[in-house]
């Protein structure tokens, strides 16, 4: 049974930092691109970071680029997202999702967004940010 738990939300000052983490259970990461995606209250869902596992590759939102970063541990099974440089406008709800690679990178390259390919989607954890 697939399975995505997220862990490491809760409340950062603007500035500050938060590392989510992605703890994948019944499949294999190497096989599956990873994503991160959030969403505000009264806002539409947006992907924040994806990573490809087979090869590294990762990339980013334009809003969190050169402050949020997206690692893993394929020991544990588990994918980071290191968030830096918080900002109010980054309070939400942040999901953990993953697919199959192959459908997904063709979904992308139909011009689809990230979530489309995503087929397992974690449970959600609350990130906000104030002082």
């Known amino acids: 049974q697939v399975q995505l738990v997220e862990s490491g939300g809760g409340l950062a000052q603007p500035g500050g930092s938060l590392t989510l983490s992605c703890a994948a259970s019944g499949f294999t990461l190497v096989d599956y691109v990873i994503g991160w995606f959030r969403q505000g209250q009264g806002k539409e869902r947006e992907g924040v970071s994806i990573i490809i596992l087979r090869d590294g590759r990762t990339d980013y939102a334009e809003s969190v680029k050169g402050r949020f970063t997206i690692s893993t541990d394929n020991t544990k099974n588990t994918v980071y997202l290191q968030m830096n440089r918080l900002k109010p406008e980054d309070t939400a709800v942040y999901y953990c999702?993953?697919?199959?690679?192959?459908?997904?990178?063709?979904?992308?390259?139909?011009?689809?967004?990230?979530?489309?390919?995503?087929?397992?989607w974690g449970k959600g954890i609350q990130v906000t940010v104030s002082s």
């Open positions: 999702a993953a697919g199959p690679l192959a459908p997904w990178a063709l979904s992308v390259g139909w011009g689809r967004p990230w979530a489309y390919g995503m087929d397992y």
